[in-house]
């Protein structure tokens, strides 16, 4: 059969169109706005030689600080009785002509010493980067005014000393980013494909540089201008005649009081272009910065939207938690990935529930969903019904919710470093985990703590509790996670890839405590995990997910030994079995499908060798009898297994 | 975490070494004759001489600073020519009127920004966000010089509600409402800029933290929401705040020249304003590196809290 | 067969020397001394956990870092990095984002096979065909590639050289398992089909048992058993080997470890003077924390060596059944 046929080049799928870097420059209204205004600055200051203005530096003492708006003088005359709107357009382009010369210097040479120093590492690194903390060490603008104190007053000697005092930022960001670059892996594939040092910093770091050295520039340009100008108007960059915006500002301060506005043209021509440029700067940072790009930092709520038109009743009475027709979503942009489509689930008092399924099969977001954890945006509760002891979380007010998590269902994450808070001890952290649910005192929540620790078996928990989750194992780490989540007697414990993160040999022991907990407290265990061996040792009854569906379940052992899904079937011969070496370890072909455009049918279809026509006319109904069930029209049966 | 903190003591004193020595070599690079420079093109040779051999300008550049290293630790700083007072005097005096003017604006743009960054996140999207984060680019793009004297034409010509300059009433005044009255308008000016930096700085990383898993954990074990932010992500949050602060310090002197300036804050600023142009060399001196010395124990003081709230630091 | 690879007592430590003021800065040891020979068109697995030195090892193989002790020879070939490719764990992270595929393949053609113009096409085609990708993935960019998809280009690059010998760091372990076995299977087929010879790192129990010939056990920088693979599996002798085989979980079977604290290994910065496990071992006495053991034959096969004092012993039937029990 074709699908059977591995020999078969795996062939990319189509690629949605991405916007390219432009249209989401020009998406982002703002920035757009200053990328209008900057233009039209640009273009005037660059033609003011050929402008109809009047000569910038013919003063005319009879119409000295004449009003703005009157004939023959747009914008009024000042002190000398100068044309303001010529000596604007010029001193623009004075102001300009600096500030893109300084951003322009410090960039290159801040860059250069940056990439030199994260790439060097070392003695190099050290040596110029303890330079340019000396010059970070002094307040910004007062080492500028130092330099222009030795070198004097002039706007070229301004223009060095803001270039001078800007490098240290362009050198620190490019030292960062090229430090983390160099170590990065692709950097010793480089190595080892024959490049050598200079060939990987010019072709494989600076690339990946550059986005930085412009964003870097594009948040600083605005400043800069603005440093120059703060030098002028002090009278310590542009000299007479030659004006640029902070001189004309400095020189309307003297007449500040009797005509405003000599002085507050130039001020607000400065505050414009500053302003158009950091709309500019900041628009171009969100389109060159990937973390923003994809609007990932959006801040997720305390609770999954939900948003189902009825809730189901509840069909398993008698369960502790069940969950029934589940869908939850990710909308993102136009698209909706279904990550969870139609989840039905019941655990009851003192079982144990495995989730097992390959990465994006919706495990998690399954285990994630009950007490509304998925974040939204992007997360939606489309459809369904989560039920503890028959009551339907999702209709519940958000306070009622926050008071069953960590009562009614706990959860155990993943990685145990990232989801302690590195800042408070697990003393405290448990603690409160107490105390938010319980009315007890420090002193008291302290005992409980320790007794926590014991349970867990974390030796001397006392002296553990004052310890930061740095300080420990991964497995103690674990541990504390288990502690924490047993703090209020839940009924059900969602246990999420626990020891994935662990060493073997802790695993073993995570489980094994979980086991033990499981006897001595009687807690119901929803375990998700991508591996059927951890199934087999923990659970005692097992659903297998794939593109977001139940798609088999039943007792472990039984459906370990014969299991009728085909997607169950491949999935356990692909996993080589210890103590089984001589067994063929046969792939799935293929990929599992994209959630955000499902086949209508069966999910799988595409992969299975035994798939026929009718598996891809419709959906497939989880059907079974017993305590088995399968969403297959062809599963197999015990025979074939 | 004591002995952590005294090493942090101790990596000040190279930092203050380079620093007086970047100073000095600044003024080392003055094109010409230093004490014509400090001296004026008018000054007798007997006087350039004399000086000269005062400033121990006939001898080697390392010598030389010796020299001058060891008269600063003993305060001397030299004389001023303008001024005709000792340096170390007159900077003395007027440090306390910029730490003044300094502090209040950065205890000003701390609160006020740590405000708005966490209203900002929280409210993501939302009204305050939008509005706050248009005052906080309207605050990061507006010359402290030009808000200054916008502040004086409306408050103190226009309004009467504040005096446009000085630090006290020329009849009479000196006392600390006084003092307070007159420090009003420049403190507000100078904060304006630090706010907006901060602001922008503890929104950023509110929401960076509110996506990390230990959030999820403590929603996870029915933490109430509110507590979540001001507790778990608020703390968490401070960490990459601080250093910002510490920055921002460095800023906020560097702006007191400017406001100083406009308002004629009798500070550091101004002084070292007026001291180039009369090419009061001596004096500018001694204000950079005095200046420059309470930066760096302030950015000490921020790593110290630093790490008493991050405890991976110690 | 004759010996492709040979490591003499090579060690690793990082860190060290002195500080400004002369006091001595504290040493890691990584890798504390192992000798292995690798023969040709063999597979040698290497199993440890985090922090057991194996990745060093092989970084120190390829030729990124360099052995602080004892040497680490290749046989014949002059060129060292032709003879020795690496496949990275994140295979994502091995390919340069603003690369495409073209370019980060074509690196290695031109600087270490010498191909250019339409040769470099010709066996770029070619290469991709080899790890079984539609030479339209030439023009992706890495983030347009599945982990499954990065993971065959990381293959291909480092086959690019016509290495004799790929070094193979954890290469599965960021897969998901269905995509795990179409990796492994493109392993087994090419070492097949282009005769090289393996030397494959992982802390999976499981798969290092599915594709070795022998097995490497290392802890805390050494080696604790080395030997055939299935010898090792079914008769294992260090008691460290026994208990990650009593941990590992498997469908099926129930899961029943040695009650332990914790796992944590010894101070990297002060090893212990004697077996490094002692702590954690319940067979250990006083000698095993004063001397190190020597890695020895223990009464099985003669290449099925431990380095332990008191190492288990098993029944003649035991080795050959398999029975763990």
């Not at chain 1, 001595?520 to 040792?537: K, L, M």
């Not at chain 2, 904060?191 to 999820?216: K, N, P, S, Y």
Request: hydrophobic fraction near 50%; aromatic fraction near 6%.
């Amino acid at each position: 059969m074709a699908v059977t046929d591995i020999a078969a080049p795996v062939t990319p799928a189509a690629q949605p169109a991405r916007p390219g870097a432009w249209q989401l420059l020009f998406a982002n209204t703002l920035a757009t706005a200053g990328l209008i205004v900057i233009t039209l600055v640009v273009l005037v200051a660059l033609a003011a030689p050929v402008l109809p203005l009047a000569d910038p530096n013919a003063t005319a003492p009879a119409a000295r600080l004449t009003p703005p708006l009157t004939d023959g003088y747009l914008l009024g005359t000042d002190a000398l009785g100068r044309d303001i709107l010529a000596r604007l357009v010029w001193g623009l382009r004075v102001s300009l002509a600096v500030g893109l010369s300084a951003t322009a210097i410090a960039a290159v040479a801040g860059s250069l010493i940056g990439l030199v120093a994260g790439f060097a590492g070392g003695r190099v690194d050290a040596v110029l980067m303890r330079g340019v903390d000396m010059v970070l060490a002094f307040p910004y603008i007062l080492l500028a005014l130092a330099i222009v104190a030795v070198l004097g007053p002039g706007l070229v000697n301004a223009l060095y000393a803001i270039a001078v005092v800007n490098i240290p930022f362009f050198a620190r960001n490019v030292r960062g980013l090229a430090l983390g670059l160099s170590r990065r892996e692709f950097v010793d594939a480089a190595r080892l494909s024959g490049q050598g040092s200079a060939e990987i910093l010019m072709r494989e770091v600076l690339p990946n540089v550059l986005p930085v050295i412009v964003i870097t520039m594009s948040t600083t340009v605005g400043w800069m201008i603005l440093e120059t100008a703060g030098l002028s108007f002090l009278g310590l960059g542009a000299q007479p005649p030659q004006a640029d915006l902070g001189s004309m500002l400095g020189d309307g301060r003297a007449v500040l009081f009797t005509a405003p506005h000599v002085a507050i043209i130039p001020g607000v021509a400065i505050f414009v272009l500053v302003m158009s440029i950091n709309l500019l700067g900041d628009g171009i940072r969100d389109v060159l910065d990937p973390r923003l790009k994809s609007g990932a930092l959006a801040r997720p709520g305390a609770r999954t939207k939900i948003a189902r038109t009825a809730a189901p009743a509840p069909a398993a009475p008698g369960a502790l938690l069940e969950v029934a027709g589940l869908k939850t979503h990710f909308r993102v942009g136009r698209s909706t990935v279904e990550a969870v489509r139609g989840v039905d689930l019941a655990v009851a008092e003192g079982e144990c529930l495995g989730i097992v399924g390959e990465s994006g099969s919706g495990k998690s977001v399954t285990g994630m969903s009950v007490m509304g954890l998925v974040p939204s945006p992007p997360g939606v509760i489309a459809d369904g019904a989560a039920f503890f002891r028959g009551d339907d979380l999702f209709a519940l007010p958000d306070g009622a919710l926050t008071a069953l998590r960590g009562s009614a269902v706990a959860y155990v994450f993943q990685d145990p470093l990232s989801t302690l808070h590195p800042q408070f001890t697990i003393g405290q952290q448990l603690m409160e985990a107490i105390r938010v649910h319980a009315p007890v005192g420090r002193k008291e929540a302290r005992r409980r703590a320790e007794a926590l620790l014991a349970k867990v078996r974390i030796p001397n928990p006392a002296r553990r509790l004052d310890a930061y989750p740095h300080e420990l194992s991964g497995g103690m780490r674990q541990r504390v996670g288990i502690a924490m989540a047993l703090a209020n007697d839940a009924a059900v414990l969602v246990a999420d890839e626990p020891t994935t993160a662990l060493d073997v040999t802790v695993q073993a022991q995570i489980l094994k405590l979980i086991n033990v907990l499981r006897r001595e407290t009687g807690v119901a265990v929803i375990f998700i995990t991508h591996d059927f061996g951890v199934v087999s040792a923990v659970t005692d009854r097992v659903a297998v997910m794939y593109a977001g569906e139940i798609v088999e379940t039943g007792p472990t052992a039984a459906l370990l030994s014969a299991p009728a899904h085909p997607y169950t079937a491949r999935l356990i011969a692909c996993v080589p079995v210890l103590g089984e070496p001589d067994r063929a370890v046969k792939p799935i072909p293929g990929r599992p499908p994209a959630l955000v455009d499902l086949p209508k049918g069966c999910a799988f279809a595409a992969r299975c060798e035994r798939a026929q026509d009718d598996c891809r006319a419709g959906p497939v109904p989880l059907a079974g009898s017993g305590s088995r069930a399968v969403r297959c029209l062809h599963p197999l049966t015990a025979e074939a297994a | 975490m004591a002995s952590t903190i005294l090493w942090r003591l101790l990596t000040a004193i190279p930092v203050l070494i380079g620093l007086s020595v970047i100073v000095f070599a600044i003024m080392a690079m003055i094109p010409g004759d230093p004490a014509t420079a400090i001296l004026g093109s008018y000054a007798t040779p007997e006087n350039v001489e004399r000086l000269n051999r005062q400033l121990g300008l006939d001898r080697s550049l390392p010598e030389q600073y010796f020299i001058w290293i060891g008269n600063i630790l003993q305060g001397d700083f030299g004389r001023s020519l303008s001024l005709n007072r000792p340096v170390i005097d007159e900077v003395l005096e007027r440090l306390s009127a910029t730490m003044l003017l300094a502090g209040t604006a950065l205890v000003l743009a701390t609160i006020a920004g740590l405000a708005a960054g966490v209203v900002s996140a929280v409210r993501q999207y939302g009204l305050a966000d939008k509005a706050l984060t248009l005052m906080v680019l309207i605050g990061i793009s507006m010359p402290a010089f030009f808000l200054g004297l916008l502040l004086i034409l409306l408050f103190a010509v226009k309004l009467r509600w504040f005096p446009a300059s000085g630090m006290t009433a020329i009849y009479g005044g000196g006392g600390p409402g006084d003092i307070a009255h007159h420090l009003v308008l420049p403190a507000l000016t100078l904060a304006v800029v630090a706010t907006g930096v901060i602001a922008r700085l503890t929104r950023t990383a509110m929401l960076e933290v509110l996506r990390q898993d230990f959030i999820r954990t403590a929603r996870a074990k029915g933490v109430p929401e509110r507590r979540v932010i001001a507790r778990h992500a608020f703390k968490a949050a401070l960490v990459s705040v601080i250093p910002v602060i510490g920055i921002q310090a460095g800023f906020v002197l560097g702006g007191a020249v400017y406001v100083e300036t406009v308002f004629q804050w009798p500070g550091i600023g101004s002084m070292l304003v007026t001291a180039i142009s009369t090419r009061d060399i001596l004096l500018v001196q001694g204000g950079v590196l005095v200046v420059a010395a309470a930066y760096v124990l302030f950015n000490l003081a921020a790593d110290v809290l630093q790490m008493a709230i991050d405890p991976r630091l110690r | 067969m004759s010996a492709i690879l040979q490591l003499d007592d090579v060690a690793r430590r990082f860190g060290g020397g002195r500080t400004l003021f002369g006091g001595a800065k504290p040493t890691v040891h990584a890798v504390r001394g192992i000798s292995l020979t690798v023969a040709r068109g063999e597979t040698v697995g290497i199993v440890g956990e985090s922090g057991c030195g194996k990745s060093t090892l092989a970084r120190m193989v390829v030729g990124l870092d360099h052995p602080s002790d004892g040497t680490i020879r290749l046989a014949g070939n002059a060129d060292r990095r032709a003879s020795v490719q690496y496949v990275f764990q994140d295979c994502a992270a091995s390919l340069n984002p603003r690369k495409r595929v073209r370019q980060a393949l074509s690196v290695p053609l031109t600087k270490l096979a010498g191909l250019r113009g339409k040769a470099r096409e010709a066996r770029l085609a070619e290469l991709m065909e080899t790890v079984n990708l539609d030479p339209a993935f030439l023009d992706r960019y890495p983030h347009e590639l599945s982990g499954g998809q990065a993971q065959r280009i990381g293959i291909a690059r480092a086959l690019a050289a016509e290495p004799d010998l790929l070094v193979l760091d954890e290469p599965v372990s960021a897969l998901d398992v269905s995509m795990q076995a179409q990796v492994l299977e493109l392993l087994a087929d090419l070492k097949a089909r282009l005769g090289l010879t393996y030397v494959f790192i992982s802390h999976d129990l499981s798969v290092i048992e599915s594709v070795s010939d022998r097995v490497a056990i290392l802890y805390f920088g050494k080696l604790a058993e080395i030997g055939p693979a299935r010898a090792v599996y079914a008769a294992p002798q260090h008691p460290y080997t026994a208990l990650l085989l009593a941990s590992a979980p498997a469908p099926g079977r129930p899961l029943d470890p040695p009650d332990e604290d914790d796992g944590t290994l010894p101070d990297p910065y002060d090893p212990p003077p004697g077996c490094a496990f002692a702590a954690r071992c319940p067979r250990a006495e006083a000698v095993c924390r004063e001397a190190m053991p020597p890695l020895a034959a223990h009464g099985g096969a003669p290449d099925h060596q431990s380095a332990c004092h008191f190492p288990i012993s098993h029944g003649a039937g035991a080795r050959q059944g398999g029975s763990r029990q």
